[in-house]
């Protein structure tokens, strides 16, 4: 069984960063960060594959939003710069154990089994 705990999220200026931490419990493979906005679907923002640890991004994060992973303490991070409002969401952590997802990257919610509980991540105007 896998758990994940999110931390990092809060409030910020427009232009201005934040550091997502993922803490993660048990194996993981491919793990990636999504956002919910009010009354939107959970949508894809950034992924790593597990395999040979690369990265790929949704384009509206791209240039400004960095997923990394540190192996050692089982910890994903999303840093996030140039933050503008429309970045405004619950940012969640999720984990996949689909081998398909550790090649070549997943950007479908139901490709990932586990979930953290969501951190708020609010940008002023």
């Known amino acids: 069984q896998v758990q994940l705990v999110e931390s990092g999220g809060g409030l910020v200026q427009a232009g201005g960063s934040l550091r997502l931490s993922c803490a993660a419990s048990g194996r993981t493979n491919a793990m990636a960060w999504f956002r919910q906005a009010p009354g939107k679907e959970r949508e894809f923002v950034a992924g790593?594959?597990?395999?040979?640890?690369?990265?790929y991004y949704t384009d509206f994060v791209k240039g400004r939003f960095i997923i990394s992973r540190d192996y050692a303490k089982n910890t994903l991070f999303l840093q996030m710069n140039s933050l503008k409002p429309e970045d405004t969401a619950v940012y969640y952590c999720?984990?996949?154990?689909?081998?398909?997802?550790?090649?070549?990257?997943?950007?479908?919610?139901?490709?990932?089994?586990?979930w953290g509980q969501g951190t708020q991540v609010t940008v002023s105007s």
């Open positions: 790593i594959r597990s395999n040979e640890g690369s990265t």
């Open positions: 999720a984990a996949s154990s689909d081998p398909y997802c550790s090649h070549f990257g997943c950007q479908t919610t139901s490709r990932y089994r586990y």
